[in-house]
């Protein structure tokens, strides 16, 4: 997408600087990091007429913008699968309609939900049947304990950590359910102390 977008501006005789320029001017903000009127200077003909960009600045600027929109919402569908908002709300009906134990509601809002899986998607390559089972478990799980310590739909999924680091419990959990690898904690060892 990016050499597209170099492509572009190439054939238009423009650098990227100057695209940058453009961009701050219909925005009204600030260029940082480059001469402003260098770059006006040498901007090709037809881009800054009477101290604006032109129809053709402007139409070049949403074409490169509509090359970055189109991708995304184009990688988000393909990555997470044609039905993906029915399985976002299976998802979410896995989760107890109440809040839980640390105040907190257990359901999120599918749009928090779909920002966090198109970030899953991007990380991981979990079906939807996997992500399904795997979050199944894990509800089941804390339901035996009142869903005491049990992360949100949204958390789950996706938590920032205090370093700015991404982790997901909904890959781990994935990755359990993948390797067939069991959860039971019935078999702890135990000690009676007399």
Known sequence: MLNDVFN????EGLTPNQLYLLHCLRHSTSAIKIN?????????????EDSKPTDKAIAL????????????KESSK?????????????????????????GKLARSTM????????????????SWDIILE????????????NYMYMQT????ICKTQPDKTKTSELADYCELVESGGELDQDHFFKENVV
């Open 153 to 156: 739909s949204k958390y789950f």
């Open 36 to 48: 402003s009127y260098v770059e006006l200077r040498t901007l090709p003909d037809g881009y800054w």
């Open 8 to 11: 572009k501006i190439l054939k």
């Open 111 to 126: 749009r928090n939900l779909e920002t966090n899986f198109k970030w899953f998607f991007k990380n991981y390559d979990y």
């Open 78 to 102: 393909s990555d997470m699968g044609d039905d993906y908002l029915n399985n976002i709300n299976k998802y979410k009906e896995l989760f107890p309609k109440k809040k839980l134990p640390s």
């Open 61 to 72: 600027l949403d074409e490169i913008d509509g090359m970055f929109t189109a991708k995304s």
């Open 134 to 145: 795997a979050t199944a478990k894990y509800v089941d799980e804390y339901e035996k304990n």
